[in-house]
């Protein structure tokens, strides 16, 4: 019986080996291949025209003169950039118990983004509420910085200190690690520091870094405490171009604080938001050579159709502060990857999930609006034409990743969507 079994065995694995050569034979290897594009991939220091292969939701590969025939689908991308998918560290999508939030997917794909992380919507409290109807609903990859207070943001308890919980808050973080990214001190305006202390306190018993948005400025709180007295390296300084706390200074010149703060370690995050972004800010930063660390858009209601608009608008805008089409995109991938501690993100390395944006760079007059309203002209505009999210195309501006209506595969029938 043993070497019937045996012989049986031998039949079977000859039997699928040949069969797996059939396989390979007649299956390409790759579900889709995106032909020379631009990609610029700051993590792997890839800047030039070359192709990239997906398959299985994930990278294949990267290289030049990879072949069509290896892919089910090809799709040309010649004059056009390709960028790991955007990582927008700032944004408000929890729509209860306030109403400042907005739907992941309505807003990330179109503008090339893949990741968001709600910058403390929600406190512990809410967390799971968040975690059930958002984060595991959205095709967006969403995480979360955990709002210091527990009874979330905006809810009237942002200077309630009896609301301040470190052991809580980690403990929750500690519950969901890697979706719970950092804690957030947010909009505190009362005495002394318990919101930024109790932040840090919930950050080191979680070893997850603290975004601070410094609130109201008091006179007891300044930009030089809170970055060399209160917060630690790794720590995110968001809305960091506000003005709103000396980070320029009366004489027009970057505050040295902000350099110092850099200096230590601190992370300075754009965080465009509503009210977070002015061009004489901005201005005198890149004057001095200072510039954001990370790009985030501080996604709400109050900031979308402001001069904000959504990320691929926010990061035109510094290019027409003078950043370079790569600064941006590493300040959208790699660089806020390493900030929430997520390197596997932001990058375009074999066996990452394939989240892919693509752009037009389009070159033209073009005006850019601050949080005031103000204007300042640009000749560069990134328009988003492709994002992929695990593989799959979930934004076609032009339908580049599409057939030809006349020779589309139309699905007739009743009720049917008519899609393949
Ligand atoms: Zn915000």
């Known amino acids: 019986m043993k070497l019937v079994a045996g012989?049986?065995?031998?039949?079977?694995?000859?039997?699928?080996?040949s069969f797996a050569r059939l396989e390979a034979q007649s299956t390409p290897k790759y579900d889709i291949l995106l032909k020379s594009?631009?990609?610029i991939d700051p993590k792997n220091r890839i800047d030039k025209v070359t192709d990239v292969a997906v398959a299985n939701g994930h990278i294949a590969s990267v290289g030049d003169n990879l072949s069509p025939s290896d892919a089910k689908k090809v799709v040309d991308l010649n004059?056009?950039?390709?960028?790991?998918?955007?990582?927008?560290i700032h944004v408000h999508v929890v729509q209860r118990p306030i109403g400042i939030g907005v739907p992941p997917d309505a807003f990330s794909f179109r503008s090339g983004v893949t990741t968001m992380v709600d910058a403390g919507t929600s406190g512990w409290r809410e967390f799971p509420e968040f975690k059930r109807t958002v984060i595991d609903t959205s095709k967006t990859r969403v995480l979360a910085f955990l709002n210091i207070v527990a009874a979330s943001m905006e809810t009237g308890n942002d200077d309630n200190v009896a609301e301040m919980d470190a052991d809580a808050a980690a403990r929750m973080a500690l519950q969901y690690p890697g979706l719970i990214v950092g804690i957030k001190s947010a909009h505190y305006g009362g005495h002394g520091w318990p919101s930024v202390e109790n932040a840090v306190k919930a950050g080191n018993i979680a070893h997850i870094p603290v975004m601070v948005d410094f609130g109201y400025l008091r006179g007891e709180r300044s930009i030089d405490v809170l970055f060399n007295e209160k917060l630690r390296p790794g720590d995110i300084y968001t809305h960091c171009f506000a003005g709103h706390r000396k980070e320029v200074l009366d004489s027009g010149e970057l505050n040295p604080a902000m350099e110092q703060g850099r200096k230590k370690g601190i992370i300075f995050d754009l965080g465009f938001g509503g009210g977070s972004f002015y061009w004489f800010v901005a201005d005198a930063a890149y004057k001095a050579?200072?510039?954001p660390d990370s790009i985030s858009t501080d996604l709400h209601?109050?900031?979308?159709?402001?001069?904000?608009?959504?990320?691929?608008?926010?990061?035109?805008?510094?290019?027409?502060?003078?950043?370079?089409?790569?600064?941006?995109?590493?300040?959208?991938?790699?660089?806020?990857?390493?900030?929430?501690?997520?390197?596997?993100?932001?990058?375009?390395?074999?066996?990452?999930?394939?989240?892919?944006a693509v752009f037009k760079l389009a070159n033209g007059q073009f005006g850019f609006l601050d949080s005031?309203?103000?204007r300042r002209s640009g000749t560069n505009r990134l328009v988003t034409e492709l994002t992929f999210r695990k593989g799959q195309v979930v934004w076609d501006l032009d339908g580049l990743a599409t057939e030809d209506w006349k020779s589309f595969p139309y699905k007739k029938g009743p009720n049917d969507p008519y899609r393949k």
Do not use: W
């Open 7 to 17: 012989v049986f065995c031998a039949l079977f694995a000859v039997a699928s080996q």
């Open 301 to 356: 209601t109050g900031s979308m159709n402001g001069g904000m608009k959504d990320m691929a608008n926010s990061l035109s805008e510094l290019m027409a502060l003078g950043s370079s089409l790569q600064d941006v995109v590493r300040m959208s991938t790699v660089a806020p990857a390493n900030e929430i501690h997520h390197p596997e993100l932001g990058n375009l390395d074999v066996g990452a999930e394939a989240d892919i």
């Open 37 to 39: 594009a631009h990609v």
């Open 79 to 88: 004059g056009l950039y390709l960028t790991p998918g955007l990582i927008d």
């Open 289 to 291: 050579h200072f510039y």
């Open 372 to 374: 005031a309203g103000a």
